[in-house]
């Protein structure tokens, strides 16, 4: 059974600090890679997805890249703020698979 | 406004009562899925569909029905056989299928008294 890893399960920070959280994946047949913010009451929604070995995304202050060779993405917040507070997602698949989740980080932001 | 509607927003449903929840989206996207989502879990695939007519079990299938005879249209039913139905169910699609990014309803709580 494939299995996605997300490191820390919860984080707490302050205004203005800047964090990472970890997602680890099988590397073999790799195919996608997606990152979802989810906040309370709301839908999820998608961050980025990433294909390709070395892709390093941006969205303001959001970014990640992506090692498929060695199975894992890193998810960047620079200058924390208390609306960054959600549940980041990972999940990846393999061709002709459907998306296998993470059990999410949840980063909780004090002012 | 384009996007995924669910209803009913909260179930409450009784021992050995089939129920089912509605998935409606206006994206003209191909895919469809659910999923499950139980506390200190991640998201679970039970059911998606790829095109109208079609559709593949998921990891955790057991218990679940779905149909697709509409585009727009993907209800999942929650049926007898389910032994632990309580959860929270959230509907997705995507275009194209398994690379395009997921679009999300608001999700249906299904609590079973």
């Known amino acids: ?111 | 406004d384009g996007g995924i509607t669910q209803s009913p927003k909260y179930l409450f449903r009784k021992e050995g009562q089939n129920v089912t929840l509605s998935c409606e989206q206006n994206l003209n996207h191909d895919a469809m899925y659910w999923y499950r989502q139980d506390p200190g879990q991640g998201l679970r695939l039970i059911y998606y569909s790829q095109i109208v007519n079609d559709f593949q079990k998921g990891d955790i299938a057991e218990g679940y029905s779905v149909s697709r005879e509409k585009k727009e249209s993907f209800p999942l039913t929650v049926t007898s056989a389910q032994k632990n139905p309580t959860a929270f169910y959230l509907c997705a699609s995507s275009i194209p299928v398994n690379t395009g990014e997921l679009f999300f309803g608001e999700g249906s709580r299904l609590t079973v008294l």
């Open chain 1, 1 to 111: 059974i494939l299995n996605v890893e997300q490191s820390p399960q919860s984080l707490h920070v302050q205004e203005g600090d800047s964090t990472n959280f970890t997602c680890s994946f099988p590397s073999s047949n790799f195919y996608a890679l997606h990152w979802y913010r989810w906040e309370t009451a709301k839908s999820p929604e998608a961050l980025f997805v990433m294909t390709l070995n070395g892709d390093e995304k941006k969205k303001g202050r959001i970014s990640a890249t992506l090692n498929t060779k060695e199975g894992y993405s890193y998810l960047y917040i620079k200058g924390s703020q208390p609306e960054d507070s959600a549940t980041y997602l990972c999940a990846f698949n393999q061709a002709g698979t459907a998306l296998i989740f993470g059990k999410g980080t949840t980063l909780s932001v004090s002012s």
